[in-house]
């Protein structure tokens, strides 16, 4: 098979990109997942009931859209601290049973842990996302650089469920704050979610989140005590920020479809 060739989503090269595993294949990232492919019709007639057509792939979740420096240099700088806090928080949860309301002691590398979050979500945008958000790729090219950027904010949950999320950069209003839109994009692999959102409040999208923007404040050998509380969100649909239960859009559903029955008499 010959090997694509693109530009690279960080450092913008035109070379040959390399797979990118989001999250890293040493975090769980390493196993056979499935992708369901609806119809507009069928998205919009009820997201719950899961469609025929689909694609099965094997050995993780890969985007084609780095080349091979970045990856082996994000890689090699940030991947390994990233995955140390997955396994330690996967243990925490499951002997939690998914249940967490304690705040949990962590001692972690936060700076690189943060510079991984966003080199993944340079790996799930698309090319251009480098030039909309060209501070991040700084943040991201020097290690040594911190803090984040004053214009993003990190938030975090934990995460059980089986469906995943790789949204791509889009926007959702708060009218009760004004007509800008909220800047938001999203990766959801258990244990955890991540939201990069421009800055923002937690009610904004859900009062629920827990800001880890903070991460991003230390020097790159800096390991840090944090003791953190995360809450245990599901991801029912794929749709950015919305962490309602499947009783919830069944609700919304049914309530729904009654509108538009009553509009139509």
Known sequence: MSSKMGICNICGDYSELSKEHVPPRSAFNKGRWTQYLYTDNQWADNPLILPNTKR???????????????????????????SDWCHYSMDILKRAKGKTSLYIPNELYPLKISKQIITMFFAINDSDFRKRHSKLVKFVLDKRSYPLPDEYKIWAYFKIDENLRYISESYIGNFNKGPKPIMITEIAFPPFGFLLTSPVDKEDIDHRLTNITHFSY???????????????????????GDFRSKSEIEEAIRSSKASRVRDNL
């Open 56 to 82: 099965i792939y094997q050995g993780g979740v890969t985007f084609s859209t780095l080349c091979g420096k970045c990856n082996n240099n994000t890689g090699g700088w940030y991947a390994g601290s990233f």
């Open 218 to 240: 230390f020097k790159f050998e800096e390991k840090r005590h944090f003791d953190l509380r995360l809450p245990t969100l599901p991801t029912v649909i794929n749709i950015a």
